[in-house]
T-cell receptor, first 117, second 115 residues
Framework: AQKVTQAQTEISVVEKEDVTLDCVYE???????LFWYKQPPSGELVFLIR??????QNEISGRYSWNFQKSTSSFNFTITASQVVDSAVYFC??????????????FGTGTRLTIIP | GAGVSQTPSNKVTEKGKYVELRCDPI?????LYWYRQSLGQGPEFLIY????????DSGLPNDRFFAVRPEGSVSTLKIQRTERGDSAVYLC?????????????FGPGTRLTVL
């Protein structure tokens, strides 16, 4: 069975501070994909990043960066110089080895991030 | 281009009634997923379609839930004899043919409230 744990339920930081959202996953698959989605107050899930299990290189996209560590089964997300527009619920998700193409996502419970102006 | 659309955006019904929720995926996306998101939780998988067929319905909670995708594009999630516990946001997502860790694009969801 697959499982994603986001231990931080809510985080508040002052604007311009850096913040890291933690994600720990469990899977028995050797090939899998990890995702981060953002859910702003409007409710629509917005894709942020996808990583496959064979690529442990960290990735940076503007103010966003991701740290994938297979040894600790973690896929953490850091926002640098946070802005009020970053306020949202962030979900980490996992999809396993596709079965008939099925890449159903297993989501964590999410971390509600509030950026205080 | 147009994203995933879902109708209605909100649905209020009474316990015991039948409801249908519609999803219109991105054109050309053969994979379609339904998820359910309860308050304060992450989305939970319900059912997956590849083309017209339901390839995995293991997430449907019971036989009151059923979904179809007769022409391989629009999908309808049907809930019979609704219960208060069915209240949630129902999300639809679509992606290109599965098997490559393709990004799933989500619709805005249908908020179902069962009174």
């Amino acid at each position: 069975a697959q499982k994603v744990t986001q231990a931080q339920t809510e985080i508040s930081v002052v604007e311009k501070e850096d913040v890291t959202l933690d994600c720990v996953y469990e899977t028995r698959d050797t090939t899998y994909y990890l995702f981060w989605y953002k859910q702003p107050p409007s409710g629509e899930l917005v894709f942020l990043i996808r990583r496959n299990s064979f690529d442990e290189q960290n990735e940076i996209s503007g103010r966003y960066s991701w740290n994938f560590q297979k040894s600790t089964s973690s896929f953490n997300f850091t926002i640098t110089a946070s802005q009020v527009v970053d306020s949202a619920v962030y979900f980490c998700a996992l999809s396993g080895l596709p079965n008939f193409g099925n890449e159903k996502l297993t989501f964590g419970t999410g971390t509600r991030l509030t950026i205080i102006p | 281009g147009a994203g995933v659309s879902q109708t209605p955006s909100n649905k209020v019904t009474e316990k015991g009634k039948y409801v249908e929720l519609r999803c219109d995926p991105i054109s050309g996306h053969t994979a379609l997923y339904w998820y359910r998101q309860s308050l304060g939780q992450g989305p939970e998988f319900l059912i997956y379609f590849q083309g017209t067929g339901a390839a995995d319905d293991s997430g449907l909670p019971n036989d009151r839930f059923f979904a179809v995708r007769p022409e391989g594009s629009v999908s309808t999630l049907k809930i019979q004899r609704t219960e208060r516990g069915d209240s949630a946001v129902y999300l639809c997502a679509s992606s290109l043919a599965g098997g490559r860790g393709n990004e799933q694009f989500f619709g805005p969801g249908t908020r179902l409230t069962v009174l």
